[in-house]
Structures are given as C-alpha cells and as structure tokens.
C-alpha cells in the first residue's frame, strides 16, 4: 500500500509500499482510592479491619514481603529473577536482558522472566500521634525504591511488561508493542508478513493489514489495551502483594491512563543502499532549514546490501555504538513531543511521532481519549511530513516571487510588502521556515527567539508580530484559528524555502566565488556539490567580465 502524503509519492519508484501503524504504547496503572491520605487509610480498614496497625514498619513489611513472595516463586517455577544494580530506567537495555531470556517455543504464553532495580516512586510517610491522630502525606523527594518488571509472552499481544511497585498504593506501568499485537493478528488472519525486529519488511495484502492495524485506532480500541492489562495484572503480579480472594475483598481494580504513545509511517524501499542515499541527501537538504543541531550516526557492525558509491562522505556528527546497520536518526523536538526520521532493519524507512507525555497534546491522559490521541499524533505526523517534502522539494510562483515586494492588505489593512533585500527579513524568513514544523504552530514570542539568535541584535515580539502581517498578507503564514500562534501555508511554506535556497545556496556561493581575483582550483575529496558549484562560478566570472561588472 503507497501512502497519499508527497514525501511518499516523491519516492514512489523505489518502494515496495508503505504503512502506518501505532508503535510503543506505555499505560500507567493506578488504584484510585489509595491515591489520597483519606482513602489509603479507608483501603486499609478494609484489608486489616483496622488502621490502628497502619505505620510506616507495616508498609516496610509489605513490601519486604511482596520481594519475598516473588524470589520465592521464580525459584520454584525456574524463572530468571535478576537485579539490574544500574540504569534500572533504561528501557533499551533492560530490554536486551530480557531478549536473551524469551521463550523459543512460539507457543508459549505467560511469566518467562523478572528484572528488579531501584527507582523513585511516590511512597506514604506515615505519622502516628500519642493523642491517637495520625499524618499520612508523601515522602519529598520521592525515594529510590525496588520495581519489578514483570515480562510476559500474551497471545494476543506477544512480549508485553508490567512494572510494579510493591510500595503500596502499588502503582504499575505496562509496555505493550503494537507492531507484535498486528503481526499476531495478520497471522489468525492468514495474511503473510516478514518482521525483522520491530518492522515488517513485506506484507502480502496491504489492504487486509491496513484493517487491522486501524483496529486500534477507531473509538473503542482502547477497550483492547484495559482488557490484556487485566489479563496478567492480578493473576501474575498483584497476587505477590494481594491474594486473588483480598484483591475481591476489598475491591482492588486498577485504573488505566495513557502516558506515552508513538505513532510512524514506514517506507518499504526496494534496496537498502539506495535508501541510506535518499536519506542522508534529505538530511543534507533540511537539516539546515529546520535548525537541526545534531545529526547522529550509528555505525553498525556490518553494512547494508549492496555497496555504497565512492566518494559519497556523511556529513554528520557520528558516535560510535554497534547495531546491525548503521543507523542515522534525524530529530526534531517539540517539547514533550519528538518527530525523528531513522532507517529501520535493512530497508526500512520510519518516520515517527513520539509523545514521552501524552498530556502535551491537550486531551487529557484517560484511557477513553486513546482514538483522539492516536489521531492527534497522526496529524503531527502529517504536518512533519508535509514540511520535510516541501524543503526537500520546494519551489515559487513566478507571480507570487514579483508581488512580494508590493504593499498588500490584511482584511481592511493596508500592509507594507516583504523587502527580500532586508536582513531582517532573510532573518525572519529563516526564522519561520525553522518553526514550520512544530505541530501546533509557532507564537511571535518565538520567532522573535529565533531572529535575535540569527540577527545577533534586539528583536521583539512586536516586531515580529508586524512582520507576521506582512507575510500573512501575501498567504505565506496564517493564524491557528481560536489562538495566537502561527503557520505555514500549504502555498507559502515551498515559497519560502525556495527563496532561502536561492540565497544561501545559489546567489551567495556564486557572488563568493567572483570577487577573488584567485584562480578558482579544485579541493581533494571535492563534493559534487562543490564541483558544480566551481564550474559555474569560473562562468559567472567570464560573464561579470564580458558585461563589464565589477564584482
């Protein structure tokens, strides 16, 4: 299946088709009324009849013996139980521990393994009084306290964790893997799939998978997400804690709300080579427009198929780790937000949104929001891609290029017309074209950030909402309805990239090379680049003397 958006059609010949599907999705779990000093103390009434036991040696004891309970049972049933003394938080690499623990039977399902480690984690402080009065608040800052991670093999949705704390209210955060929940689907469905680690790289009908990785993004999908929590939450975790018989005593039921979401649209290219070729032109081309500071590449311990052309250098800041492939992730935040371009197996291309707090997208973190979220996430996505094809590949209207300089009108005001020739124009232009793609446009605060970093001198809010107006007028900038922030047209983002272009890459190299008298050599290990650049400055030079212009 070939997507609809440009960046795709742009590259339609060296596909074998694309698709779009939700990626990592972390839930936290929480039981509600433990959450307040009043109803923690209500939920130990109800388990021990009584609070007058509730002191913080009790909480100490329940979670001594919650770690007992499960070293106790990994034991029994021959469960790899191991400590992580260090980075406990980095998911990439408690993620290779258990890799090396997962079940080769494909049919196995349930607890293979168990990783602990230490971790901040919101706890109860719990002061008695001699009058009988009793203080129960947080302890600030949070102690570092044991988690466990508990990772399990679901039928439905493959590899899944499950976090928990054994410090009551016995908070937990699950991990689930979509790409794992369609390819376990496409399987029932009889539809044929190739997955290299967490990407499919061939699909034998695109219709029927589309179906069903939509499945998780119509209203009411997230019913699926609850429904594999509670599967494995009470039975394999909880009961360490909480016996099935107290947990329905007193009521213990978790409440779901979604943290972390990523979504991505993966681009099946035919030759891996010709991949990295397309990508590390595209990031020579935007890099510099969008204000990227940092390119890194990741070489791998062997190369892609095929051999790369001689002669071809990357232009990147590189750090030396060991992957299969080498790998270059281009990225662009937004604050909690994260859109970054990366290559994927050996010709996979994904492009991807990632939302580390899903609250920065405005609807809330329940559970029930999940569709709006998911679908929130596919429109920065859009606007993402939207913006790097009209970098990539932008271009002006001749009409629009000899109307810029004269006055316009905004509504029943008169506006002055864009002055190319300003530095203070080139400045906001870059400054615009830098902000084109954050996903819910960009503030004059902003832009007035940007242009004094560019200018090197005072520029403010005012000013730039003055220019705004002048670039809003001749349709290349509009207002976000129902807000103060700004951006792009669909017409006015390729216009302004054109003409950045043209001066940076075009007017100023050439005017560089023509006014030295030096003779005009070859560099070794010269870019093609550069090459061309040189030919045609050795012309311009002819030119400038046969009009009899002084450069």
Not at 93 to 119: M, N, Q, S, V
Not at 297 to 303: R, V, W, Y
Not at 472 to 501: C, F, H, N
Request: aromatic content about 10%; some cysteine.
């Amino acid at each position: 299946m070939i997507a609809s958006d440009e960046f795709s059609k742009d590259y339609t010949d060296y596909l074998n088709g694309t698709y779009d599907l939700v990626d990592r999705i972390v839930l936290n779990g929480y039981y509600r009324i433990a959450q307040s000093p009043g109803g923690f103390r209500v939920f130990w009434r109800q388990l021990h009849g009584t609070d007058a036991n509730l002191d913080n040696t009790h909480l100490m004891r329940w979670a001594g013996r919650f770690a007992r309970r499960v070293h106790v049972f990994a034991a029994k049933n021959h469960i790899p139980i191991i400590e992580c003394k260090k980075s406990f938080e980095d998911d990439k690499r408690k993620h290779e521990i258990a890799a090396e623990h997962l079940p080769t039977d494909p049919a196995y399902t349930g607890l293979f393994c168990i990783l602990y480690g230490r971790a901040p984690a919101p706890i109860w402080d719990i002061k008695r009084f001699r009058n009988g009065a009793i203080d129960i608040r947080r302890q600030k800052p949070y102690p570092y306290v044991n988690h466990y991670s508990f990772h399990i093999i679901d039928p439905e949705w493959g590899h899944l964790i499950i976090k928990l704390c054994p410090h009551l209210p016995c908070n937990t955060q699950i991990i689930l893997n979509a790409h794992e929940y369609v390819a376990r689907q496409a399987k029932k469905a009889q539809i044929a799939v190739e997955k290299v680690d967490n990407c499919f790289t061939s699909i034998s009908n695109g219709a029927g998978f589309a179906q069903i990785a939509d499945t998780m993004t119509v209203p009411g999908g997230e019913g699926q997400l609850a429904e594999v929590c509670d599967r494995w939450i009470y039975s394999c975790c909880l009961c360490f804690a909480l016996s099935l018989r107290e947990q329905q005593e007193v009521g213990f039921r978790y409440q779901y709300s979604l943290y972390q979401a990523e979504y991505s649209r993966n681009l099946l290219f035919h030759s891996g080579r010709v991949m990295d070729e397309l990508l590390e032109s595209l990031i020579d081309r935007t890099r510099a427009p969008l204000n990227i500071q940092t390119v890194k590449t990741i070489f791998g311990a062997k190369q892609r198929p095929h051999r790369r052309k001689k002669g071809k250098r990357r232009r990147c800041e590189k750090v030396v780790e060991t992957p299969d492939y080498d790998l270059t992730v281009f990225k662009v935040h937004f604050g909690k937000l994260t859109a970054k371009i990366y290559s994927k197996g050996e010709h996979v291309l994904r492009i991807e949104v990632i939302a580390h707090n899903v609250s920065e997208l405005g609807f809330g973190r329940d559970l029930s929001k999940f569709s709006q979220i998911i679908a929130a996430l596919r429109a920065i996505l859009e606007r993402f891609i939207k913006v790097l094809s009209a970098i990539n590949a932008s271009f002006i209207d001749l009409g629009l290029l000899d109307g810029l300089s004269h006055a316009g009108t905004l509504g029943r005001a008169r506006v002055a017309g864009i002055d190319l020739d300003r530095c203070r124009i080139q400045a906001v232009m870059a400054a615009v074209l830098a902000l084109a793609a954050m996903p819910r446009g960009f503030q004059a605060r902003q832009l007035a950030t940007r242009v004094r970093a560019i200018l090197g001198a005072e520029y403010t809010p005012r000013q730039a909402a003055y220019d705004l107006r002048k670039f809003r007028a001749k349709g290349l900038v509009e207002k976000v309805a129902r807000s103060r922030r700004y951006q792009t047209t669909d017409r006015g983002l390729p216009a302004i990239a054109a003409l950045s272009t043209i001066r940076d890459k075009v007017i100023r190299p050439l005017l560089a090379g023509t006014v030295s008298d030096k003779e005009i050599k070859p560099q070794q290990n010269e870019h093609a680049i550069d090459h061309q650049y040189r030919k045609i400055q050795m012309e311009t030079a002819t030119l400038f003397q046969i009009l009899g212009i002084a450069a």
